[in-house]
């Protein structure tokens, strides 16, 4: 079967056009790149023989070859024969869609040496370059390296070893060619491909590329829906939107990755599900315990059964003393016991977990998406592990329904399995193994040693002919599975190395790819710093003395004239070296070079302004980055603090507003949007009627909603939710549901350990006040806001309180309301002697005299209040009892207590004589 993009535009061909291009399709779908570009048309684009319209043009009058193409295309596609009766071979349309089939031709020959192999039948450069062109080393040379040096954007360099970039220059030349992109709307999709790979071979993302690819992706999608014949193509838009979810992943936006894997599941009526099963992991397990696996079925699929017998690449066994090679599944699913403890859906609960049946290879590359997506989205530890692997392992035990696929699975697995001790051999060799087998299936050869020119072997053997399969099969499934290219895949297996400490192994690698940024950071890691300066100095600077030739490696510290013209990749060699040596020269120098595109440089400066509290500075950095990387995330967050320091507000309000664009989960940048949004002022406008001026939004409001946002995505943070708290309750009007869902999270979060502390009693005290004055009164039995404030003091507040006076009387304040009086009163004493019990009250301040007299007579006004109620609460409800028949005997002996031990200090007090006249007032009532 052929990939999607032929086969849809293969339908959309009109049938005379797609007659007279059907063996060229059946070419390109086959893998026999060499018949396309044998066509007369190709060869004269390529400059190999002439026509009337190109034969001015010569390669010499142009620095970049590319360009050389595009003008010979130009003039080829704008010779018109449009006459009634013109052969359909020589009409501008049929040129057009040839040179679109051509540019799929390239592109995935591009991909077929560089990624999956086999090994390419021709030599890219004696195919398409000129003669002068390929038969010399050093000008083939200088042509492939001004080739790759045009692909860096934004400042970012491209790998400068990528092999064959001939073909995909042509491929990108031919479909920015404009009467292709106006006439084959379908060139949207394979430029958005040849896109993605040329930011895959940057170093880092570049902001620019970024946009093309995501403005590509929505005219590819529209496309798609709007395509009368799309039920016709099999897996058309759900190969399209997990070709997208491989893009997010790569850019890290794993929201909308899960949202295309979960919707390409949906299409494709896919049914799994992560679950436990009773079985022994370890030969010497005496007791079954609970293993997660991976149940899936296909739709259509057969119950059981697999396709050992179809090509894949060799699985490594484990070949351990204690594992076994897979789980042992002791019983079927009796046990079986899904972690949301929902059921299993029929079609999966009748499979056998030992045996399950082949997957569709789209339902496979479902799988392994989900386990990348899974990698990123959660920190990298043993738990996020065990939860990855059953989705590679379901993928390999299935067996192997495409070569491609199972190639992932095999890498998916390696991965997991290298931070495992039991099994970091496997997946090191796994790693090894493929690494081998990409090297030699895309060079057909031991690729060479860039300093030595020694042949590098692998430790494995070559990969055998049931391990190989044909290019359609490998390239079938090859864009939503974004597999690594194949220097990506060798550094990775370094980075390997580096981790179990095989840093010689891993600097080999590094070296013979010339990834000196790589190495640099490798020598960086192991504290040799000095080693990683004069790596990183050596690309920049020539030797001291000048004379390159004779330095020594070991001594020389590459400290002379700077390297003119500097390396493609200089803006992240000098950001290295400020690194290391913390020097803002070095950034500075990074983008002067890069023509002030290598956003990195100024995030470097930012950072470091940033910690020497140079605000000012810092924003500046900051957003001079953004205007080359404006999707940066983090980039975005730091510039909202620097304004927040700098009290910017209106900047700071539109730097989070970015951050949370960006990443609407990102629960610091909603915090931080929100206290920005504290400090401006309301919006107004004019009543053109009255001529008066209106708040029409309030930013509280605004800062409120913020604040509930970032609370809910960081429900632990004890301090958003005081923020929540505060600003909920000084909105106009408050809004107590807010107040009352922060403070009960807050006293769940930090009751145990503040006690009352944790508890807003000023705010609490508006919210009781508040609904005391309600018109709808104060019924707690009822669903709604008085309900919801008792079940707060109930059930949160109240077990906190221990010494607060004035939480006493706020609850006392909610008990009386809401005829509760025995239990009110009872607050009013707790209340009463938290002041009394202060020590040493009656020789303090006059402050601390005052607060126990409020405190006293307040207490004898709710014995007066309450003392002559009758009981509603307990078992002497409805009794006729009192609340407190000695009401009066308790009020004196309160008054008489605090005039007792206060006499000596305060007797001539106002607040003395206060409480002598609330006692004659008692004296008058008995």
Not at 58 to 65: T, Y
């Amino acid at each position: 079967m052929a990939d999607v993009l032929i086969s849809f535009f293969r339908s959309s061909l009109p049938n005379e056009l797609a007659a007279v291009l059907e063996d060229i399709l059946k070419a390109v779908e086959s893998g026999d790149f060499l018949a396309v570009f044998e066509q007369p048309d190709v060869q004269i684009l390529l400059g190999h023989v002439e026509s009337e319209a190109t034969k001015n043009v010569k390669r010499e009058d142009f620095g970049l070859w590319s360009d050389y193409i595009f003008e010979r295309l130009g003039l080829i596609l704008s010779k018109r024969n449009e006459e009634q009766g013109t052969p359909i071979k020589e009409t501008a349309a049929y040129r057009q869609h040839l040179f679109f089939v051509v540019a799929i031709a390239t592109f995935y020959a591009f991909i077929q040496s560089t990624v999956t192999g086999p090994p390419l039948p021709f030599k890219p450069a004696e195919v398409l370059l000129p003669k002068d062109v390929s038969s010399s080393a050093k000008v083939l040379s200088k042509t492939r390296t001004d080739l790759i040096a045009s692909l860096s954007a934004d400042g970012v360099a491209a790998y400068k070893l990528t092999p064959n970039i001939e073909l995909l220059c042509l491929a990108e030349t031919i479909l920015i060619c404009p009467p292709i992109q106006k006439n084959i709307e379908l060139a949207a999709w394979a430029q958005l491909r040849v896109n993605f790979v040329q930011q895959r071979l940057l170093s880092e993302p570049a902001s620019s590329l970024q946009t093309v690819i995501f403005d590509k992706l929505r005219i590819v999608e529209d496309l798609i829906l709007n395509f009368t014949k799309k039920d016709e193509i099999k897996d058309l838009h759900s190969s399209f939107i997990l070709e997208r979810a491989a893009i997010h992943t790569h850019h890290g936006n794993d929201k909308q990755a899960k949202a295309d894997l979960d919707q390409a599941t949906s299409e494709r009526k896919f049914e799994f599900a992560l679950t436990g099963l009773m079985g022994k992991r370890t030969k010497f397990q005496q007791k079954d315990t609970s293993q997660l696996l991976v149940l899936a079925r296909s739709a259509g699929a057969e119950t059981n059964g697999s396709a050992d017998g179809a090509s894949k690449p060799k699985a490594l066994d484990l070949n351990d003393d204690t594992l076994h090679e897979s789980i042992q599944y002791t019983e079927k699913l009796a046990t079986t016991d899904i972690k949301n403890e929902s059921t299993l859906p029929a079609s999966l609960a009748e499979l056998d977990p030992s045996n399950q049946p082949l997957l569709d290879p789209l339902d496979s590359v479902i799988l392994l998406s989900l386990a990348e997506s899974i990698k990123n989205t959660n920190p990298a530890d043993g738990l996020t592990r065990e939860e990855t692997i059953p989705y590679a392992t379901r993928v390999l035990e299935g067996g192997s329904s495409n070569w491609q696929v199972y190639t992932q699975a095999l890498l998916v697995r390696s991965r997991i399995e290298g931070y495992k001790t039991r099994t970091m051999e496997r997946g090191l060799l796994q790693l090894q193994a493929l690494v081998d087998q990409v090297i030699a299936e895309t060079l057909g050869e031991a690729t060479t040693d860039a300093e030595t020119n020694e042949k590098v072997t692998s430790f494995l053997p070559q990969a055998k002919e049931g391990e190989a399969a044909s290019v359609s099969e490998r390239l079938r499934y090859i864009f939503p599975l974004s597999s690594p290219l194949r220097w990506e895949l060798e550094a990775e297996l370094a980075a390997r190395w580096v981790h179990i400490g095989g840093l010689r192994s891993a600097l080999d690698i590094y070296e013979r790819l010339e990834m000196w940024a790589e190495a640099a950071l490798c020598w960086a890691a192991t504290d040799k710093e000095d080693k990683a300066r004069r790596v990183m100095r050596k690309q920049l600077f020539h030797a001291t003395n000048g004379n390159d030739e004779d330095a020594d490696e070991d001594s020389e510290k590459w400290e002379g004239p700077a390297r003119d013209p500097p390396p493609a990749e200089a803006p992240r060699f000098y950001c290295i070296l400020g690194d290391i040596d913390t020097d803002l020269s070095m950034y500075e120098k990074a983008w002067e070079v890069s023509g002030s595109r290598y956003a990195r440089a100024q995030r470097s400066l930012g950072q470091h302004y940033i910690a020497a509290r140079n605000y000012e500075k810092a924003a500046e950095a900051y957003s001079l980055s953004l205007k080359v990387a404006s999707q940066y995330h983090p980039a975005w967050f730091a510039l909202g603090c620097a304004h927040l320091e700098l009290q910017q507000f209106k900047k700071a309000v539109e730097a989070f507003s970015r951050c949370v664009q960006l990443d609407d989960r990102d629960a610091e940048a909603w915090s931080n949007l929100a206290a920005s949004l504290l400090h401006l002022r309301p919006k107004a406008r004019t009543d053109e009627e009255d001529e008066v001026e209106t708040v029409t939004n309030h930013p509280r409001t605004d800062a409120l909603k913020a604040f509930r946002r970032a609370a809910n995505l960081k429900h632990d943070s004890y301090r958003i939710w005081s923020n929540v708290l505060a600003v909920a309750a000084s909105t106009d009007p408050p809004s107590w549901n807010d107040v009352i869902n922060a403070q009960r999270n807050i006293c769940e979060l930090r009751g145990a350990t503040d006690g009352e502390k944790c508890i807003d009693a000023e705010i609490l005290d508006m919210l009781i006040k508040d609904l005391v004055r309600s018109e709808d009164g104060f019924d707690v039995t009822r669903p709604g806001l008085p309900h919801m404030t008792n079940e707060l003091v109930e059930k949160h507040i109240k077990p906190l309180i221990t010494v607060s006076p004035k939480l006493w009387s706020v609850v006392a304040t909610l008990y009386t309301h809401t005829q509760r009086p025995s239990s009110a009163l009872e607050c009013h004493e707790k209340a009463w002697r938290a002041v009394t019990i202060q020590p040493k009250w009656e020789s303090g301040t006059e402050a601390e005299w005052n607060a126990v007299v409020d405190m006293t007579i307040d207490l004898v006004d709710a014995y007066e209040t309450l003392g002559p109620r009758e009981r509603t609460e307990g078992l002497a409800a409805g009794s006729g009892e009192l609340v407190a028949k000695d009401w009066k005997f308790k009020a004196r002996s309160a008054v008489r207590s605090v005039c007792g031990k206060g006499k000596e200090g305060w007797e001539d007090s106002g607040g003395w004589e206060r409480l002598r006249e609330r006692l004659e007032e008692l004296k008058g009532r008995e």
